[in-house]
């Protein structure tokens, strides 16, 4: 088996894990070309937004031009560390957020970002967005299930509230994906797994897109 299909292979599992199947017109990383007098959006985010940005530009197509960084954020420590390069030099109309599921993960016995950490990391990755002069919206981390791998269902109700109250702070507007897949979660998302199927992600990609047309 050469080189090459391996990776490809591991390609194909990888987007399939987050409702998507292609490599082609089906990549989530795959850079668009901007369409003149449309407002620009970045979407910031780990697996799950990752599952919904493509139905988020199919939402939006025509009304914005959505981008996504090209990468998993990861915990708030990680994307602090990259947001200057996420961000780039060009303008920002609006940018939505969904960093959380990997501060709560455990590793070695212990949260990869504790609490209140989790709380002064959000508020420095606030303050870095501010000065694009962009629209924020934050995304409410998704529900955790049963059995999910290195997560304990409950922990992204604790880290929700902490974000809540920064969010209300600093006046920026919340877009609760937690409530809409938790309503959804039997036929949403994947058994003992943080992560949604097809239907999950299209469900939330269109909770997104709204969220983004709101404050455009």
């Known amino acids: 088996m050469s080189h090459r299909f391996v990776m490809l292979a591991v390609a194909v599992c990888s987007l399939a894990a987050v409702g998507t199947t292609s490599l082609a017109a089906d990549d989530p990383f795959k850079p668009i070309e901007d369409q003149k007098g449309l407002p620009r959006v970045l979407i910031i985010g780990d697996s799950i937004s990752i599952g919904y940005t493509l139905p988020v530009r199919k939402a939006l197509d025509g009304k914005a031009n959505v981008h ?47 609490p209140e950490d989790y709380e002064k990391n959000l508020r420095a990755i606030v303050a870095r967005l501010k000065m694009t002069g962009a629209k924020i919206v934050w995304a409410a981390t998704t529900p955790v299930p049963e059995g999910a791998n290195a997560r304990h269902p409950g922990d992204e109700v604790e880290y929700n509230a902490i974000a809540a109250k920064v969010m209300k702070q600093e006046d920026i507007a919340v877009n609760d994906l937690y409530a809409l897949a938790k309503k959804h979660q039997a036929s949403w998302q994947r058994k003992a797994d943080v992560h949604f199927n097809r239907e999950g992600s299209q469900g939330l990609g269109k909770r997104v897109a709204e969220g983004i047309l709101k404050v455009l």
């Open 68 to 114: 996504r960084i090209a990468a998993n954020s990861g915990t708030t420590a990680n994307t602090l560390k990259n947001l200057d390069k996420w961000l780039g030099d060009g303008r920002w109309d609006a940018i939505h957020v969904n960093v959380g599921l990997h501060d709560l993960k455990y590793v070695d016995g212990k949260r990869q970002v504790a």
